[in-house]
């Protein structure tokens, strides 16, 4: 099945580029360049799921969401693009109806990753529960059981989902902001070393059960990647 997702963004080039990381991922792409042309395109179909900027001509993005929920009713995954990064916004935005919240600039990464969940939330996107291999480690997501070379690893919460996420998008590249804000949810401020921290004591416990093979890969002035 071919998933459907609405752009709602007025500025042509961040449109165009989130249609491109959207279709290289597979999802088919439905563009708006203001909220009143979002809200006819609504009147055609209804998305999987809505990217909406808020700096929107004719209709902000605040209304249209107020629009989608209360006049609509729809339940569509609502995921709100923004340069906006203060709690209070997101938090507002929230509690109006938004599923998450992305903040500009963003990595395409982190774009796909956030549409995954909200999509897996919604019950669109099937969850992942078949084993999950990569060289000689298979991960369990039904279990959350990590074994490599058949021998059991213990991994805290946050070393396993780093891992997931590894695993479940084996050629991106993770920048350290996106990761500390999928795994741990909250935003990066520049200088918090928790990433690295969790990543090598992942590594580190990688090797312990196979010392032959590298894993996670870093890419220097980026982050970390499965390698």
Known sequence: MQYTIMIVEDETDINRLLARILGDEGYRTVQAFSGTEALLLLERQEPDLILLDLMLPGMAGEELLGHIREEKRLSTPVLVLSAKSALGDK???????????????????????????????????????LPISYKNLTLYPESRKVTVNGLALSLTSHEYALLLLFLQAPEKVFSRES?????????????????????????????????????????????????
């Open 91 to 129: 938090v507002a935005l929230l509690k109006n109806g938004a599923d998450d919240y992305i903040t500009k600039p963003f990595e395409p990464e982190e774009v796909i990753a956030r549409v995954q969940a909200a999509l897996r939330r919604s019950g669109s996107l099937p969850q992942r529960n």
């Open 179 to 227: 990761l500390y804000e999928l795994v741990w949810q909250n935003g990066y401020y520049g200088e918090n070393n928790t990433v690295n921290v969790h990543v090598s004591n992942l590594r580190r416990k990688i090797k312990e059960a196979d010392a032959l093979e590298e894993y996670i890969q870093t890419v220097y002035g980026i982050g970390f990647k499965l390698g």
